[in-house]
């Protein structure tokens, strides 16, 4: 069974620009979760999505933004690029009501640097 | 506001016993998690507590005390491949998402 997968793996990009990453769940998930894991910091909640609707979303500026699909996947959109924007941005999924709560799969996230 | 509060570094020997305690404040508490990140890779599940007690996977144990607000990862037998991150994480309510804790490093030496 294939594991969550994300893309791309690095982005390099300058202040000011718009990132997109893409996450693909593990089948039959229907819950994603997006963390931002910068050095030091521990892993950051930014949103979660579940049935294609956004159910919660962490401590982050309006500028970090996302969708899901019909088909489960999801991208998070990251406006107006900041230098402290750069880290590694880890996709989650899980099986939604139907999961033990603390129970989610990570992929191998995406390395987002802003220069 | 919820924090996690856990060891930022711990170091022990090939083949002994270590553990990484966590205590934490957070209202609509649910469960308690352990994830491990080696270097460069993914956190990975290891253990999920809602009830009070011992759970064990192997070589890994996790407890938790919900009146204390505390809980604590056991490794057993520690070996090389051990050395990585460990964050507990704790689930609240309704909600989906995971608080993490900072990390604790945890270091094997030989």
């Known amino acids: 069974e294939a594991g969550v997968t994300q893309s791309p793996t690095h982005l390099i990009k300058t202040r000011g620009q718009q990132a997109t990453l893409r996450c693909s769940p593990i089948s039959g998930h229907t819950s994603v979760y997006w963390y931002q894991q910068a050095l030091g910091l521990g892993l950051q909640f930014l949103l979660w999505?579940?049935?294609?609707?956004?159910?919660n979303r962490g401590n982050f500026p309006p500028r970090f933004s996302g969708r899901q699909f019909p088909n489960y996947s999801s991208e998070l959109n990251v406006n107006a690029l900041e230098l402290e924007d750069s880290a590694l941005y880890l996709c989650?999924?899980?099986?939604?009501?139907?999961?033990?709560?603390?129970?989610?799969?990570f992929g191998p996230g995406t390395r987002l640097t802003v220069t | 506001g919820q924090s996690l509060e856990q060891p930022s570094e711990v170091t022990a020997v090939e083949g002994a016993i270590v553990q990484i305690n966590c205590t934490y404040q957070?209202?609509?508490?649910?469960?308690l998690s352990w994830y491990q990140q080696h270097d460069g890779g993914a956190p990975t599940f290891l253990s999920y507590?809602?009830?009070?007690g011992l759970e064990e996977t192997g070589r890994f144990s996790s407890f938790l005390s919900r009146s204390d607000s505390y809980g604590y990862l056991l490794l057993q037998e520690l070996q090389m491949k051990d050395s990585a991150s460990y964050f507990c994480a704790v689930s609240r309510g309704s909600q989906g998402n995971l608080i993490f804790g900072k990390g604790t490093k945890l270091s094997v030496k030989p």
């Open positions: 507590n809602a009830l009070d």
């Open positions: 989650a999924s899980s099986l939604g009501d139907a999961s033990p709560k603390g129970e989610q799969y």
């Open positions: 999505y579940d049935e294609g609707e956004e159910r």
């Open positions: 957070t209202s609509g508490f649910y469960g």
